[in-house]
């Protein structure tokens, strides 16, 4: 039996979450462009549950840039997909699968362009949402009049326009925009791109004032991990539990988080989807959300990764599952990351609740997540999510930060590498990690005299911006450190450690 709205009266709610038949009549309030995991897992995971407790009421048209090539699953199962979320939220397993139906319809770019631009004209139509990858938000010479534009910024400005001629440049016909791509300032790249495109197209003075005054593009952060289908035995496994098949069938983790930059009180009541779950926000700054996650997710991963691969480890969730590596990463968040990021918009509590879901995401036991993967371009990764911190953590107490500091000098035994031809490999514990930095040169050539290279490593600006050696202390704690893991082992030395801070 497969996914349809045809049967899902033959299916069973003991195993999961099925729509409500008058969910698939509500009418589409969002044009979405993309279909990847990450849309299907986060913003229309939450229009989902919004309509689920009867709140947006609203469903989403997708547009694929595709053309749909035969028979496409989404026709077939009616627009339905499950999503089953797996993980540890809070300290405790969480698992949970629902029968999304937040889309509507499927329209290829391609081929139903036209149809596209009708849906310009449904007044419901308030929301655009896009997740176009990295590359998706670029210039183009697009002409509104092709059949499609080519560029994702031309097909939203062929709609806007489309719209704004619609409903003769109406105060109410204006749209939230709220890009999702993972692009620092996201919104404004895109907005700066739309109206150059519009003054290339040449088009009116009054659309470009409808474009500037009733239309609102919104900056976000969004944090899912959704590794997307699940693997083959289990998906065989899940479609037996369920008792349907299901080709669009994902996978995503308990954690979520879209904060959305707006102070606008009628952007909040179009997003009203904010309503139905605590991972949404709608906020006059995401820059609080920015640090959180760049200091105490991506900046604990990177600190974590060298110990971890010295210790042995090949999987977060498997160094998480170590009660002494597990203990590093909970003590570097909460006693070093989240005191450097107090200010006035971040609490200590903030930090620490941030920190907690972190520990839970890392312990997750449905991610694979390869430590060796977090080396890639090392060095810059260190230099801007954690250079920082060890400024902040000086500026307030003037001493070394001691787990930061494990941290950096389990990097700088990694980065003591071979060379192949013109490849650089770590050899750690008997097993090589081919090396993907930028500065895997300068470190390989300090490393050339093992009794000069933390000084000159430390020392150079171009790795750090700063010479970490006039930090009192610095230099000799990541020689200490440096020695006690060659010597001590990873485990020893971070018992050893968390020994002398609690005497």
């Known amino acids: 039996m497969i996914l349809s709205k045809e049967n899902l009266k033959n299916i069973s709610a003991e195993n999961v979450t099925i729509p409500a038949t008058e ?74 699968n629902t029968i999304n139906s937040a889309i509507s319809r499927v329209l290829s770019a391609s081929e139903d362009w036209a149809e596209i631009l009708k849906a310009a004209h ?9 997740n176009t990858t990295e590359v998706g938000i670029v210039m183009s010479e697009d002409k509104i009049t092709d059949n499609p534009p080519q560029s994702y910024p031309g097909k939203l400005l062929a709609f806007l326009h489309e719209r704004y001629t619609a409903f003769n440049g109406s105060e ?5 925009i709220v890009p999702t791509e993972l692009i620092s300032d996201n919104a404004d790249k895109l907005r700066d791109i739309v109206l150059k495109l519009s003054a290339q197209n040449k088009l009116s003075w009054d659309f470009e004032q409808w474009l500037k005054t009733y239309n609102y593009f919104c900056k976000t952060l969004v944090d899912r991990i959704v590794p997307g289908k699940l693997p083959s035995d289990e998906q065989k496994a899940m479609e037996s539990t369920l008792g349907y098949e299901d080709e669009l069938m994902i996978m995503a983790e308990p954690f979520r988080l879209w904060a959305i930059e707006s102070s606008n009180e009628k952007v909040k009541e179009i997003l009203s989807f904010e309503k139905a779950d ?56 909460k006693q070093e990351i989240a005191h450097s990021l ?46 920082p911190l060890i400024r902040k953590y000086y500026s307030q107490k003037n001493e070394v930060p001691p787990l930061i500091a494990l941290g950096l000098a389990a990097y700088i035994i990694f980065m003591d590498t071979t060379k192949d031809g013109d490849n650089y490999v770590a050899e750690i514990n008997g097993k090589s990690y081919p090396v993907q930095d930028e500065f895997a040169e300068i470190l390989y050539t300090y490393w ?56």
């Open 23 to 96: 969910l698939l009549e509500l009418p589409e309030k969002v044009i979405q462009f993309g279909t990847g995991v990450l849309l299907r897992g986060l913003p229309d995971y939450f229009i989902d549950k919004a309509n689920r407790n009867g709140i947006f009421n609203g469903r989403v048209l997708v547009v694929k840039s595709t053309s749909q090539g035969g028979a496409d699953a989404f026709s077939t199962q009616d627009n339905l997909y499950t999503l089953c979320v797996k993980g540890i939220e809070d300290g405790v397993n969480v698992e949970e």
């Open 172 to 176: 109410e016909s204006g749209m939230v």
């Open 278 to 333: 605590k991972g949404v926000f709608i906020v006059p700054s995401i820059n609080k959300f920015k640090e959180l996650k760049l200091r105490l997710l991506n900046g604990t991963h990177t600190l974590s990764c060298g110990l971890a691969i010295l210790a042995g480890f090949n999987t977060v969730k498997e160094a998480m599952a170590d009660e002494v590596f597990a203990s590093y990463v909970s003590d570097l968040m």
């Open 122 to 130: 449904k007044p419901e139509m308030k929301i655009v949402i896009s």
């Open 448 to 503: 050339q005299n093992p009794e000069t290279a933390i000084d000159n490593i430390l020392g150079d600006r171009r790795l750090w911006d700063k010479n970490l050696n006039n930090y009192p202390g610095f230099n000799a704690a990541i020689k200490s450190n440096v020695d006690m893991l060659k010597n001590n082992g990873v485990k020893e030395t971070i018992s050893n450690l968390r020994k002398q801070r609690t005497n």
């Open 342 to 387: 107090e200010d006035d918009d971040i609490s200590y509590q903030d930090a620490v609740d941030f920190a907690m879901s972190v520990i839970d995401r890392f312990s997750n036991p449905s991610l694979e997540h390869k430590w060796q993967a977090i080396t890639l371009n090392f060095t810059s990764k260190m230099q801007m999510r954690n250079m």
